[in-house]
């Protein structure tokens, strides 16, 4: 589906009851009235009747269709909201001292990776990096860094990290493909219009990417030269927070022992002054 079409389903819905909510969610996962009553274990008549508004659904029914619809937890907020209940999950700042714990675990994997490592929220601004990381703002224009700095905008606009990949097209089609796959889980209207954005100014494919091997490598022209790397995705298993839910650690690693070897020269002694992270 389309962003443009999420938009105008967002604009639509906004005083909808929790059961069009909760409808439009079984909508957007592909199921059936018979998948999600089978999957929840409740009946397809009782269902029909929350999804129509015959039946108020208790915020209990609420957060169990919402489970099996993996529904974000802001969302189920909202639907929770919709029904007249109060939000059942928190939305705590990282830098709160209840998520001390949260923030030592995120540090000491940013601490541990010798290579480039970022996290990002739920709409990819950065929250932080560490000093590997600052390759990969080299260049870019101030503008760009100016807090809340979006890594997705960074990347791809022309006065970010663009000039300086040397496989844009390919890297861009990917980009643009988890920004549409994230808006496909969440329908944020944030990340719908940041897709809006970066599809305005992204390069096509170039069509000649056939051999890149396992996965897409960021190809990424340096002072010392090019340097290939791809990159694994960690989040945390069962959060109950919405900021913990959104959270995300991108952590790079080298494609090749060239690779290797060009980071380990490029490696700073620190994280670069003026550029906005924290928490």
Known sequence: MQATQYRRTMVTNTRAHPGELLRQWRLRRRFSQLDLATRAEVSTRHLSFVETGRARPSPEMIVHLAEHLTVPLRERNRILLAGGYAPRYNQTPLA?????????????????????????????????????????????????????????????????????????????????????????????????????????????????????????????????????????????????????????????????DESRELLERLSPVGVAAGVGVGV
């Open 96 to 256: 709160d001292p209840s998520m001390a714990a949260v923030r030592t675990a995120v540090q000491l994997v940013l601490d541990a990776h010798r290579y480039p490592a970022i996290v990002v929220d739920g709409r990819w601004n950065l929250v932080d990096m560490n000093p590997a990381a600052t390759i990969l703002i080299g260049g870019v224009d101030p503008e760009l860094l100016v807090p809340p700095v979006n890594v997705v905008r960074m990347s791809l606009h022309p006065r970010g990290l663009a000039p300086r990949i040397g496989n844009l097209g390919e890297f861009a089609e990917h980009i643009l493909w988890r920004v549409r796959h994230l808006v496909d889980i969440s329908a944020d209207a944030e990340l719908i219009a940041l897709y809006d954005e970066i599809a305005g100014y992204a390069p096509a494919p170039s069509g000649h990417a056939s051999d890149v091997g396992a996965v897409l490598p960021l190809v990424l022209t340096t002072d010392l030269g090019d340097v290939r790397m791809f990159s694994l995705i960690a989040t945390f298993g069962t959060p109950l927070d919405v900021t913990i839910d959104e959270l995300t650690i991108e952590a790079f690693y080298p494609m090749d």
